[in-house]
């Protein structure tokens, strides 16, 4: 079932073939007046969590709050924080659903949600290639409230960058070797004073 049928456009990615990996975009994967309602009920129904993480002996708060949600089992540990899933909710579940319409070879078990309260917050550079996730993930990645800019870079050849700007409602897709040679970063954005939600949907292997 598509949740979100009442578009009127027709939904494709942007497809592209990076050197190395690649990346799709789907801006209007979820329509605005969806989406906010989505944006709504994720920042009031998820159970957000301050973690922090030890660098150089120090300890950090993360700059921007998270939350794992998945089956039972599947926990997640990245950066040295362990995570252990929450339990789906319908609102999740669908979601995931419509993502897995448009991917037939994807089957998702769990989601990083990340909560940017304003553009102070930020992820800095990095690949998702910890071990859990397997060889080449195939990792979906949806966008609610503010648009926030999302970059890439190869990580040995500098020529190499890409940059989309993630509107409410819009897909990412990251596959194929891209977390192998590429880094990827939401970087801080002074003036954007709103906040924003991500879910990325990710398979968890071992
Ligand atoms: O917020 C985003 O769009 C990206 C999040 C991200 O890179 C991550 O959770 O690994």
Redesign the pocket.
């Known amino acids: 079932m598509d949740l979100f049928d009442q578009t009127p456009k027709k939904r494709e990615f942007k497809k592209f073939k990076l050197k190395d990996g690649e990346v799709w975009y789907m801006e209007n994967f979820i329509p605005l007046d969806k989406a906010n309602g989505y944006f709504k009920t994720f920042r009031d129904q998820i159970n957000w969590r301050q973690e922090e993480i030890k660098m150089y002996g120090k300890t950090h708060p993360v700059p921007r709050k998270t939350a794992w949600y998945g089956y039972e089992g599947f926990t997640y540990t990245y950066s040295g924080i362990l995570c252990n899933p929450e339990p789906w909710t319908k609102e999740l579940l669908g979601v995931k659903r419509v993502i897995e319409s448009f991917l037939p070879d994807s089957d998702f078990n769990s989601v990083?949600l990340?909560l940017?309260r304003d553009g102070s917050d930020k992820?800095s550079w990095?690949a998702?290639d910890e071990k859990g996730l397997g060889k080449n993930p195939l990792i979906a990645?949806v966008?609610l409230g503010a648009k926030?800019r999302?970059d890439l870079k190869h990580k040995t050849d500098s020529e190499e960058k890409l940059q989309l700007e993630?509107v409410p409602g819009s897909l990412?897709i990251m596959k194929g070797t891209l977390q192998h040679n590429w880094l990827?970063?939401?970087p801080v954005q002074k003036r954007i004073l709103n906040p924003?939600i991500?879910l990325?949907f990710r398979t968890i292997v071992s």
């Open positions: 990083l990340n940017y992820v990095h998702d990645s966008s926030r999302f993630l990412v990827h970063q939401i924003r991500n990325t």
